[in-house]
């Protein structure tokens, strides 16, 4: 809970830690099916680091936990360190580092790293000390290390790591890939009806309409008493997953732009959250509304 006094009165936000939220299936965030199968691909090696990057409160305690889950529900030493234990994981040992004075996260990291571990999730790196500890581990072979930090999207992790003071070849050694979202609300599914616009309103989404006439058909939430009138009720991810290859291993290493990194990853496939967002929008899921919302796009 946080809160801060204004000119009339408190400003509250309140941030509900649902635990059976943080248990769901990694196929009920919203990754699509290939996204999905690569980040199991991820959570079943022995080391190398995973990453999830996104601005505060976008769900990636609720994807840390669930990735958790789904890797120590196959019987493995897993660790965590985090700066306040949010969701307690059944089976799995959680180290706080905020009540403990003097303790950082690279303390811990060590700590851990002595007891043998497969998996250890890392909660923010938020500071060199944190980002170098978790790369560290992570080349060692074993274990395996899940991480978030604070970037915008996944090429942007790269240059978060770097800017942490990490050396771009312990960078490329050890990230494997590297998931970035961003939570979208869904359309109220009790009061959704569909309208039609014109194909070229989608275009700052990427959309590319077959010609000037061309209508598509949308969704958005009337507004009913179930989401109070809001047309929206729970939320969902949209997320991109940069899979780290050889050619991108190589390209972090020499320190390319992130522009050339970016290109190298849609080439091998990667759909940017964007991308992703799309085709949400188009599925009638969510609405263009929040695309704008949650990536900053501009209105045009
Ligand atoms: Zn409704």
Redesign the pocket.
């Known amino acids: 809970m946080s809160s801060v006094s204004a000119l009339y009165g408190e400003s509250i936000v309140a941030h509900i830690l649902d635990k059976s939220s943080a248990l769901v299936g990694l196929n009920r965030l919203g990754f699509t099916p290939e996204v999905q199968a690569q980040l199991e691909e991820l959570a079943l090696r022995p080391g190398g680091l995973v990453l999830v990057a996104e601005p505060l409160n976008s769900g990636k305690t609720t994807t840390l936990c669930s990735l958790m889950n789904r890797i120590s529900s196959i019987e493995k030493k897993a660790f965590t360190v985090e700066e306040f234990i949010e969701y307690p994981l059944d089976g799995i040992m959680q180290i706080e580092t905020a009540r403990k004075a003097g303790r950082d996260v690279g303390d811990a990291v060590r700590a851990v790293m002595r007891q043998d571990p497969d998996v250890l999730m890392i909660g923010d790196l938020r500071d060199g000390a944190a980002a170098r500890a978790a790369c560290e581990a992570a080349v060692a072979g074993q274990p395996l290390v899940l991480a978030s930090l604070h970037a915008p999207d996944a090429v942007s992790a790269i240059s978060r790591l770097t800017n942490l003071g990490v050396e771009p070849p312990l960078i490329a050694e050890s990230v494997m890939g590297i998931l970035a979202q961003r939570l979208v609300r869904r359309i109220?599914t009790?009061?959704?009806e569909p309208y039609r616009v014109n194909a070229t309103e989608l275009r700052r989404f990427g959309f590319v309409p077959e010609d000037a006439d061309q209508q598509v058909t949308l969704f958005r939430?009337?507004?009913?008493?179930?989401?109070r009138?809001?047309?929206y009720?729970f939320r969902m991810s949209i997320n991109e997953l940069m899979w780290v290859n050889e050619e991108i291993v190589e390209l972090i290493a020499r320190r390319a732009l992130p522009a050339d990194i970016a290109d190298a990853a849609k080439a091998n496939g990667m759909k940017t959250m964007r991308e992703d967002g799309l085709v949400k929008v188009l599925e009638g899921i969510t609405t263009p509304e929040e695309l704008v919302r949650v990536l900053n796009l501009r209105e045009t």
């Open positions: 109220c009790n009061c959704k939430g009337k507004g009913c008493e179930t989401c009138n809001t047309g009720r």
